[in-house]
């Protein structure tokens, strides 16, 4: 393949091999750029969940994780990268594995001013906006 390599590598695992490096993105994306308190970012769900890197050469850029539950969070793509596609590269990787596990379902609760790019990838809007940390959601859902 040589020069057509691509730049960006997407890992899953557990939180156990990739705890660090998605701390680093969520830090950087949700306690310090989104201001959320860091008792509201860290959660026993990471543990039991599915965790999911892009990483550029060697640097973690963007996370998600996918729980037990069908749903996708945490989505968080570095300031420096987004407008790239990777936050699309990093969802359809996380619906694919939904997919492949045989899962009826994936729901999220999005962000309002990232509606649009959600509804872009197949997911719909359900129900009212509401708080989080202060920020407007809404959920929203794909049916497989």
Request: hydrophobic fraction near 40%; include cysteine; charge should be negative.
């Amino acid at each position: 393949m040589g020069k057509n390599m691509p730049q960006f590598q997407i890992h899953s695992g557990r939180w156990a091999q990739l705890e660090q490096d998605a701390k680093r993105v969520r830090e950087q994306v949700f306690i310090q750029e989104q201001q959320i308190a860091p008792e509201d970012e860290w959660d026993a769900e990471d543990s039991v969940s599915q965790h999911f890197m892009v990483y550029d050469h060697e640097q973690p850029i963007a996370t998600a994780r996918l729980l037990n539950s069908n749903s996708i969070g945490r989505v968080a793509v570095l300031k420096a990268y987004r407008g790239k596609g990777i936050g699309k590269l990093l969802m359809e990787a996380v619906i694919l594995q939904a997919r492949a596990e045989g899962r009826k379902f994936v729901k999220l609760s999005s962000q309002v001013h990232a509606v649009q790019f959600y509804s872009g990838l197949g997911f719909s809007a359900q129900g009212e906006e509401y708080l989080d940390c202060g920020i407007p959601h809404i959920d929203m859902q794909m049916q497989f």
